[in-house]
C-alpha cells in the first residue's frame, strides 16, 4: 500500500487550497479513505472521512462548513479541498487508509 499526499503549501488566510493522496496498492474503490492532520506541539487528528461509497464523516468541527473530502475511484485519489483557511489550520496533513499512512503534507496558512 502506497499513499502519496501533494498539494500543500503557504497559503494566505481565507484562501483556499485542495489536497490529492494519490493511492495504490489495494483495491481504492473498498476502502474508506481519511485525512489526519498534526500541527505543532499537537496530536494528530482526524479531520475527515470519506467511506467506500462516498459517505462523508467524521467532520471535525473546527472544520465544518470550510473543508470537504471527495475521492475519484478512477484515478485511486482522494481530495481535500479547503476553502477560507485559517492560522489555525496550519499543519502537516496525512492521508490514512487502514492501518497505513503517507508522508504527509506541509499546509502553512500565513499572511
Known amino acids: 500500500v502506497r499513499l502519496v499526499e501533494s498539494g500543500g503549501g503557504l497559503v494566505q488566510p481565507g484562501g483556499s487550497l485542495r489536497l490529492s493522496c494519490a493511492a495504490s496498492?489495494?483495491?481504492?474503490?473498498?476502502?474508506?479513505m481519511s485525512w489526519y492532520r498534526q500541527a505543532p506541539g499537537k496530536e494528530r487528528e482526524l479531520v475527515i472521512r470519506?467511506?467506500?461509497?462516498?459517505?462523508?464523516?467524521n467532520l471535525a468541527d473546527s472544520v465544518k462548513g470550510r473543508f470537504t473530502i471527495s475521492r475519484d475511484n478512477t484515478k485511486n485519489t482522494v481530495y481535500l479541498q479547503m476553502n477560507s483557511l485559517k492560522p489555525e489550520d496550519t499543519a502537516v496533513y496525512y492521508c490514512?487508509?487502514?492501518?497505513?499512512w503517507g508522508q504527509g503534507t506541509q499546509v502553512t496558512v500565513s499572511s
Open positions: 470519506i467511506t467506500s461509497a462516498g459517505g462523508i464523516t
Open positions: 490514512y487508509r487502514s492501518p497505513y
Open positions: 496498492g489495494f483495491t481504492f474503490s473498498s476502502y474508506g
